[in-house]
């Protein structure tokens, strides 16, 4: 069979959300499953990396989707011609997009609805083709993967579909997350937080991940102890301005921009704690690399987040900057409680790998595959 895959967020050297998951899934499937053709869809140029196997056929065609009038021609113009061309039996989409016009089976990848609760986050133009497209896709799909249950009802909900269509699968985390050592730990601390214990955001700097309440909470809680430093992972998305940091905190807060992920995964690793204050995810796959790496969780408390870290964090109201901040502050003080967080997270970490993830995705796909 011929099984088609968007890859336009494969981009080598500047993987993030979309990108890390469609290419832990998508290598995957290719070697796991050589008796099908894979054809992976780019809109430019790809690298080489991505060529998995002997049965991936890596095809670009344009327009480079930089904007979002470019990704509707993508997908309404030069994506169908492609399905057509290369006699493709099932498509599957990581980042939700579908032909509304094809007739082959069609899985899409639905990773949250932020757009529809929040659409404010987002600049008009991406929020309006978002809600009106989304909606379509959904009811167009042969079949919706979910990264969590809190998105599956979401997407119930609000676009009104079938239950029976939708099925959930979790998310993973890179196995270069691991514990670190300590002479590594004193490494990364000397290089990114001036040598001082840290504690770690991973994030796009996007309004939903709640980066400037973290910085509010962040100046209370420096005010009670000046051991500990902030280090924020993550590029700039959407908005193209600076996060106010006080003058005082300036040499306690280090944004690192986008790093590549062997780096990311010595930075978790070397945290005292991840601090996670989004206010909307559909999973939040920091959470699980905290785990592996052998970190405590403080998150917030909303959508997807307690149904994912479990009972291996410690939350707050990502709108209350005292509360974040006095759950910075007990992690700190209540060694008891860490070691606690430690051990159930390594529990709770087992629910949680890209292999199950590529498992579960596959079944769906050879579902609709057989018919």
């Given amino acids: 069979m011929n099984i088609a895959i968007n890859c336009r967020h494969l981009l080598a050297d500047k993987l993030e959300g979309f990108g890390n998951y469609t290419l832990e899934i998508t290598k995957r499937l290719c070697l796991q499953h050589p008796e099908h053709q894979f054809y992976l869809f780019f809109d430019r140029p790809f690298s080489e990396e991505y060529i998995f ?18 990704g509707v021609i993508w997908g309404s113009i030069t994506l169908p011609r492609a399905l057509k061309k290369y006699k493709i039996d099932l498509f599957w989409s990581p980042d939700g997009l579908c032909h509304l016009r094809s ?28 809600r009106v497209f989304y909606p379509r896709f959904a009811k167009k799909a042969t079949h919706i993967i979910s990264v969590s249950e809190y998105s599956k009802n979401d997407i119930i909900k609000t676009y ?9 699968v979790y998310n993973g985390a890179s196995d270069e997350f691991a514990p670190v050592n300590l002479d590594d730990k004193n490494d990364v601390r000397a290089k990114y937080a001036n040598g001082r214990p840290f504690f770690v955001f991973v994030g796009s700097i996007h309004p939903r991940k709640n980066v400037e ?49 062997s780096e990311l995964a010595s930075i978790m690793g070397s945290a005292f704690a991840l601090v996670y204050p989004p206010y909307f995810e559909g999973f939040g796959i920091p959470l699980v690399e905290a785990m592996k790496s052998g ?20 939350y707050f109201d990502p709108y209350d900057i005292d509360k974040i901040a006095d759950q910075m502050m ?42």
């Fill in 53 to 70: 196997s002997k049965n991936v056929h890596a095809i670009s065609f344009g327009p480079m989707a930089k904007h979002v009038i470019l």
């Fill in 295 to 314: 970190i405590p969780i403080v998150s917030s408390d909303r959508t997807c987040l307690p149904e994912i870290a479990g009972p291996a964090a410690i």
């Fill in 213 to 261: 309440n973290l910085l509010r909470a962040f100046t209370l809680f420096h005010e009670k102890s000046k051991i500990y430093h902030l280090v924020i992972v993550g590029s700039n998305m959407w908005r193209k301005k600076s996060l106010n940091i006080p003058l005082e905190l300036q040499s306690y807060v280090t944004f690192t921009g986008h790093v590549q992920i």
């Fill in 103 to 130: 007739k082959i089976p069609q899985i899409i990848t639905i990773h949250d609805l932020n757009f529809e609760h929040n659409p404010k986050d987002l600049p008009w133009f991406v929020r309006n083709y978002y």
């Fill in 330 to 371: 007990r992690i700190t003080q209540d060694s008891a409680l860490r070691k606690e967080l430690l051990y159930k997270g390594k529990e709770r970490v087992k629910d949680f790998s890209w292999d199950r993830t590529a498992e579960k995705t596959w079944q769906v796909l050879e579902r609709y595959l057989r018919k």
């Fill in 160 to 168: 009104d579909i079938p239950p029976e269509k939708i099925t959930t």
